[in-house]
């Protein structure tokens, strides 16, 4: 975390977008008519196991063999192969069913299927009344913008920063580079928010500031966005 005594002020802040600002959250409807191939069906628990693997944000989650793991590896900058990739995640998690697989796949890359966290809105509107430019950068092969206008944000987010658009993922520093550069900002008076250290945390290497949320379910985590800020001196 950011120690606010030896630090210049913020002058812009970086958001993570999967587990930072939305999170996907399993609907039981999703599931209905989903099976595992031993013919049973998949349950809250087993859905929350499956909704766990499409959103882990590092590491293997499942068995891979060469040509799976290059898709796994490179998903974040084609959408060809984030498709192949989470594909063989759910079939290696048991949904064998081609359909059924493609039916739990759409809802991941559908923006409307993604849950905002409680104070994503107000986060975002209070860094605009107070013209601090954000960006929102991630690791996805899918445009999120769709779900920042749903919920009445979309202005509020200067840059939208992709992977599969720039050709970059995290940790790589470019993509953070891109990030600051698109927004016109000195990375020194920059707030990298997300939920990996692993992966966001990376940020630091360019000179960025980092606060790390826990990416844990939107109803159990009401004000971690703002917390974030305010420990870096936006209030």
């Known amino acids: 975390m950011r120690n606010q005594s030896d630090a210049s002020p913020i002058e812009a802040v970086v958001f993570d977008f999967s587990g930072t600002l939305f999170r996907l959250e399993e609907d039981a409807s999703?599931?209905?008519?989903?099976?595992?191939?031993?013919?049973?069906?998949?349950?809250?628990?087993?859905?929350a196991e499956l909704m766990?693997?499409?959103?882990?944000?590092?590491?293997?989650?499942?068995?891979?063999?060469?040509?799976?793991?290059?898709?796994w590896r490179n998903r974040d900058l084609d959408p060809a192969l984030h498709r192949q990739a989470y594909l063989h995640v759910l079939r290696?998690?048991?949904?064998?069913?081609?359909?059924q697989a493609e039916s739990v796949y759409g809802r991941v890359i559908d923006p409307?299927?993604?849950?905002?966290?409680?104070?994503?809105?107000?986060?975002?509107?209070?860094?605009?009344?107070r013209a601090i430019p954000?960006?929102?950068?991630?690791?996805?092969?899918?445009?999120i913008r769709p779900a920042f206008d749903m919920l009445g944000v979309g202005d509020y987010v200067s840059e939208f920063v992709?992977?599969?658009?720039?050709?970059?993922?995290?940790?790589?520093?470019?993509?953070?580079?891109?990030?600051?550069?698109?927004?016109?900002?000195?990375?020194?008076?920059?707030?990298?928010?997300?939920?990996?250290?692993?992966?966001?945390?990376?940020?630091?290497?360019?000179?960025?500031?980092?606060?790390?949320?826990?990416p844990i379910a939107t109803g159990e985590r009401p004000t971690a966005l703002l917390d974030a800020l305010a420990s870096s001196g936006i209030r």
């Open 30 to 47: 999703w599931f209905e008519t989903v099976t595992h191939s031993d013919g049973t069906p998949v349950d809250g628990h087993r859905a």
């Open 52 to 71: 766990r693997r499409m959103t882990a944000p590092v590491g293997e989650v499942v068995e891979f063999d060469e040509v799976s793991r290059h898709a």
């Open 92 to 99: 290696e998690s048991g949904v064998s069913d081609r359909a």
């Open 112 to 129: 409307s299927c993604w849950t905002p966290y409680p104070d994503t809105a107000d986060a975002l509107a209070m860094l605009a009344s």
């Open 134 to 143: 954000v960006a929102v950068l991630s690791n996805i092969a899918f445009d």
């Open 162 to 214: 992709l992977s599969y658009e720039v050709g970059y993922i995290k940790p790589q520093p470019e993509i953070f580079l891109s990030a600051v550069r698109s927004l016109g900002v000195d990375p020194a008076r920059t707030l990298m928010v997300g939920d990996s250290e692993e992966a966001d945390g990376a940020a630091r290497a360019i000179g960025c500031s980092f606060a790390l949320v826990d």
